[in-house]
Nanobody, 120 residues
Framework: VQLQASGGGLVQAGGSLRLSCAASGGTFSRLEMGWFRQAPGKEREFVAAISWNTYYADSVKGRFTISRDNAKNTVYLQMNSMKPEDTAVYYC?????????????????WGQGTQVTVSS
């Protein structure tokens, strides 16, 4: 499975961005999809995941929405009310075994990352 993330960029605090992650080479509907992020000097952290349900980190709950379009083999992350602390490289990931959605080590495939910068 290959994952290609896009949609990052520079946005002012309070603004919005939508990330996309296109998958190829596998049966997309059978994959749990997740978004993680990594800020400079910090560990990669869970943001959101979607299988039959959706899961969110407390820090983004109510502001970010994860969704998927199985017909397009794409997962999205709509980010609203963005804060400077949302600045990070965002990675999409795919889990073929539907394990712990919040654990990066459970994911089998990773995209290349897309930079998101939120200015204050």
């Amino acid at each position: 499975v290959q994952l290609q993330a896009s949609g990052g960029g520079l946005v002012q605090a309070g603004g919005s961005l939508r990330l996309s992650c296109a998958a190829s080479g596998g049966t997309f509907s059978r994959l749990e999809m997740g978004w993680f992020r990594q800020a400079p000097g910090k560990e990669r952290e869970f943001v959101a995941a979607i299988s039959w349900n959706t899961y969110y980190a407390d820090s983004v709950k109510g502001r970010f929405t994860i969704s998927r379009d199985n017909a397009k083999n794409t997962v999205y992350l709509q980010m609203n009310s963005m804060k400077p602390e949302d600045t990070a490289v965002y990675y999409c990931a795919a889990d073929k075994t539907w394990g712990d959605s919040r654990r990066a080590g459970n994911y089998d495939y990773w995209g290349q990352g897309t930079q998101v910068t939120v200015s204050s």
